[in-house]
């Protein structure tokens, strides 16, 4: 690292922290002062709102009280219509309710400013419950009324006749949008503007946290929000402010908004209040938009401190790294190699013997040079002659490669040849077997004959087989076995190696069990040929080891959770394979038994093919170890979605 660097790194962090120590704490302190003054003053405001909020709720309190004295509603002279002329008078007058309804002693309602719903049984309401037994209700938390398609609180009272007794019930219905009348002339303390300016935010929420009323969140009426819970939680519903942010999933995050919560306490005379909490929260951003510029204002200062002071630096960084700058720049030379260039620096202190070091350096180092130069040269020479030797193996390895290429192009036409010549004489054979196995239009055969023939007949399919497995196993090892894949239905390939395979398994008393577990609008990308022809190579493998009279076959057919690929088994109830030879069997020509007396024919050929055809589509086969009834073949092919499907 240069010394100007250094220099610049070490005096210009120490500028930078002090200006910004010094800001900061004259900031900080500013910041908190103006913080506490608005904070109390938010504090005043959201007292003094809740006490007109409880005097509000009082006079609707002295209302009912007043009804539920009134020698109107409990004189029985007075018709029911009388009566509710009366209380749409004092509707009017009052202007402070939705609707005002009258209830028999059964809970009925007999009456209502509005006509609706008469006739109704709230027997079992709260409000009517409280009401009969002789008490002043009014609803904690709003109720949405399905009649006037509005939330609202309902005030409850008895009617008493001259006798004291009760003879009814009279509610009030006071919208929750009356509320509003308490709340729209705040004034901010930061900035003397109405709250219709939205700068305050007001909720009225019950001591459960229900959202009673909001100001600036209408869908939150009678919901809760987490950030509401945890601020009346953690203040205990007491006169004091927290630091919350409401995000878009309701969650306190940081320092963004200012919040200071007032209980209604024991409310206001005969209204004991409902348990209510009025929380006032201003966005910071607004609250100390004056403080803001304030901190701008230093931090533009700072800047310019902070831009002179590396100025200054960067002077005096360049008197002292000159002639360090100029030393550098001739060992730079010496490092790409000019050895001839001389190292001049006219200096009487450490920078001047350092350069003098490094002339004598210089000199050595040249004449080192001369003699590396001269062993290049030597090596050269010999790695040119290397290089030719090298390039004739080229050549030779070039011409070998070729030969290669012919050798095998002639073992593709050899193999095809072969099979060629092989499968001519066998197709006439089976045919003339064919015709004498089952026509009659040259002669019948005794049962006798039929054996014979029968047995030439399979003898002849096997060798077909057999050339078929040789000609399959050689393509797959070349890579030119070729697949017509096509989008295929899961349920329509089983269904078709069922019928294949169901009439073979059945000649030898063998149960072919089916379990198919995809839904009938599963796919699979495919050759579906070379598919039937991994489940007749499995299942005929099982045929051949399952029980003569007790032979059991099951497949299962699944997908794997991630709907990635589709997995298919072939179970069986024979002897199994030994542990040992699991590994071995998908190897070209290999057989358990390899005695000249074994049970079971094969050419080792019919798992190598299911193998090779599996991994063209992307799948892997393999053997269930763990499974210990028999032999159990496993593989897997890759579901198509319905993207690959259209």
């Not at 096997?462 to 697949?483: A, C, H, P, Q, S």
């Not at 149960?511 to 579906?528: A, G, P």
């Not at 190897?587 to 055809?613: E, M, N, P, W």
Request: glycine residues 4%.
């Amino acid at each position: 690292m240069k010394i100007r660097t250094k220099l610049i790194i070490i005096l210009i962090p120490l500028v930078f922290l002090s200006i910004f120590l010094i800001s900061y704490i004259g900031i900080v302190n500013f910041t908190n002062s103006i913080r506490a003054e608005i904070i109390e003053e938010l504090k005043l405001i959201a007292i003094n709102l809740m006490d007109k909020l409880s005097r509000q709720m009082f006079e609707r309190t002295a209302d009912i009280t007043f009804l539920s004295n009134n020698n109107v509603l409990s004189n029985p002279n007075v018709t029911l219509s009388e009566k509710m002329n009366y209380l749409r008078s004092m509707e009017r007058a009052v202007k402070a309710y939705s609707s005002i309804s009258i209830y028999n002693n059964n809970g009925i309602k007999i009456g209502d400013t509005r006509n609706v719903l008469i006739g109704t049984n709230d027997s079992k309401q709260h409000f009517f419950q409280e009401a009969i037994k002789g008490e002043i209700y009014y609803s904690p938390t709003p109720t949405l009324s399905k009649s006037l398609n509005q939330y609202i609180i309902q005030f409850s009272a008895p009617i008493y006749n001259k006798d004291k007794e009760i003879q009814g019930v009279v509610v009030a219905n006071y919208p929750i949008n009356k509320i509003n009348d308490v709340f729209n002339k705040i004034v901010s303390p930061h900035a003397q503007t109405e709250s219709n300016s939205n700068s305050i935010n007001i909720d009225l929420v019950s001591k459960n946290g229900t959202i009673i009323f909001s100001n600036h969140d209408r869908k939150s009426i009678l919901h809760t929000k987490p950030e509401i819970q945890q601020l009346i939680s953690s203040n205990n519903v007491e006169n004091t402010y927290a630091l919350i942010n409401r995000d878009n999933n309701n969650s306190i995050i940081n320092a963004n908004e200012i919040s200071v919560s007032s209980s209604q306490g024991s409310g206001y005379l005969d209204y004991k209040g409902s348990g209510w909490i009025l929380i006032l929260s201003e966005k910071t951003a607004t609250i100390f938009s004056d403080i803001q510029r304030i901190v701008n204002q230093y931090i533009y200062i700072a800047a310019i401190i902070i831009i002179v002071s590396i100025i200054i630096i960067l002077l005096i960084a360049r008197n002292i790294s000159l002639p360090l700058s100029k030393l550098m720049k001739k060992v730079i030379e010496l490092g790409k190699g000019d050895y001839y260039s001389k190292i001049e620096i006219k200096s009487s202190d450490e920078i001047g013997e350092l350069a003098k070091k490094f002339e004598n350096m210089r000199k050595e180092i040249n004449k080192v040079n001369s003699n590396l130069n001269k062993l290049v040269e030597e090596r050269t020479s010999e790695l040119k002659e290397a290089n030719y030797y090298l390039t004739l193996k080229e050549e030779n390895l070039q011409k070998l490669n070729k030969e290669l290429i012919i050798a095998d192009v002639a073992k593709e036409e050899f193999m095809s040849m072969v099979s060629h010549e092989l499968k001519t004489p066998l197709v006439p054979a089976r045919g003339y077997l064919e015709m004498l196995l089952r026509q009659k239009k040259i002669g019948e055969l005794n049962e006798k004959q039929k054996k014979f023939m029968d047995i030439i007949y399979r003898n002849i399919l096997k060798v077909e087989y057999l050339v078929n497995d040789v000609l399959d196993v050689y393509k797959l090892d070349i890579g030119k076995l070729r697949f017509s894949k096509k989008v295929i239905n899961i349920r329509h390939l089983i269904d078709v190696i069922e019928n294949d395979l169901r009439l073979l398994t059945n000649e030898k008393n063998i149960k072919l069990n089916f379990e198919i577990l995809v839904d009938k609008n599963d796919y699979i990308f495919c050759d579906q040929k070379r598919i039937e022809q991994v489940f007749s190579n499995l299942i005929k493998n099982s045929i051949d080891f399952v029980p003569v009279h007790f032979g059991k076959i099951d497949i299962e057919v699944e997908i794997f959770s991630d709907k990635s690929f589709v997995k298919f088994s072939v179970k069986d109830n024979g002897p199994g394979i030994p542990v040992n030879e699991v590994y071995n069997l998908f190897q070209t020509f290999y057989q358990i038994d390899t005695s000249a007396t074994r049970k079971h024919g094969g050419t080792g050929l019919g798992l190598v093919i299911c193998k090779g055809i599996v991994e063209a589509h992307g799948g892997k086969i393999w053997i269930d170890k763990e499974y210990d009834k028999g032999a159990c073949f496993i593989f897997t092919l890759p579901l198509v979605n319905d993207k690959g499907r259209g």
